[in-house]
């Protein structure tokens, strides 16, 4: 099944609610992503730890030839990030971080979007042409995924700006690459610390919001007011 496919897959019988944020469950994400392609696999690169003890954790999950890395900060109860996170924790975030990777190759990525139901097959836009994807053989990956370097806390600067960098997966203008680029930015603001990683994630990627605002308004002004609302609540702490 390819990804016009998955992405119409109903999953509200699988998901829950907490704190206002909708999950899926991963064992159900699994199993689906394995009746699509029996030959999926993943793995989850190293986590970054940033200079306030939080963590943030990666699941790469290759289908249908393609790889595709969702990142996850390790939370609490509340969705705030936990400083200096117990195994647990970690494990539960790696858990959501596969559900999530799997999202982006369509299986439940409009939960993501805020919706409550899949797309409509017959509302689905043209297809664009496809871009070249690298392929696999042997069951791994031809390439190799540079392990992040640990952030240190510094005198100045706890998370230099140039860590404050999105990549968008997908062709631009797809709905994967909206919603990498919306998952990228929740989970990058739930482990903000101060008002200048704000500011150094919205610089930083400046060109990437410039594009979305022609391909998708309604989620950029949706991106913009977290944006406004985590800054300010970080410049009264």
């Given amino acids: 099944m390819e990804y016009k496919e998955l992405r119409q897959i109903d999953v509200s019988k699988y998901t829950e ?23 999926a696999h993943w793995f989850y690169p ?5 200079g306030n003890g939080t963590v943030m954790v990666f699941c790469t999950v290759v289908a249908n ?3 595709r890395t969702a990142q996850l900060p390790v939370m609490d109860y509340r969705n705030k990030p936990i400083a200096e996170p117990d195994s647990f924790a970690v494990n539960t975030a790696m858990q959501r971080a596969l559900a999530k990777a799997i999202a982006l190759h369509g299986i439940g990525l409009y939960i993501y979007n805020g919706e409550d139901i899949p797309p409509d097959a017959s509302e689905e836009p043209v297809e664009k042409k496809r871009l070249p994807v690298k392929t696999y053989a042997g069951g791994k990956p031809n390439y190799v995924i540079p392990a992040p370097t640990e952030i240190k806390a ?19 203008g797809s709905d994967e690459w909206v ?12 482990v903000a610390s101060k008002a200048d990683d704000v500011a150094n994630l919205f610089k930083n990627n400046r060109s990437l919001f410039d594009a979305l605002k022609t391909k998708d308004e309604a989620v950029y002004a949706e991106l913009m007011t977290q944006f406004s609302t985590t800054k300010k609540a970080l410049m009264k702490e």
């Avoid at 190293?46 to 940033?50: G, I, M, N, P, V």
């Avoid at 919603?179 to 739930?190: D, R, T, W």
């Fill in 17 to 39: 609610k907490k704190n206002g944020l909708t999950y899926l469950s991963w064992a159900w994400a699994v199993d689906q992503l394995l009746l699509a392609d029996p030959k």
């Fill in 46 to 50: 190293e986590f970054q730890r940033w």
């Fill in 65 to 67: 030839d393609i790889a």
């Fill in 154 to 172: 510094q005198a100045a600067v706890t998370s230099p700006s140039k860590e404050w960098q999105i990549v968008p997966v997908g062709q631009e």
């Fill in 179 to 190: 919603a990498g680029i919306k998952i990228g930015v929740e989970s990058m603001l739930a």
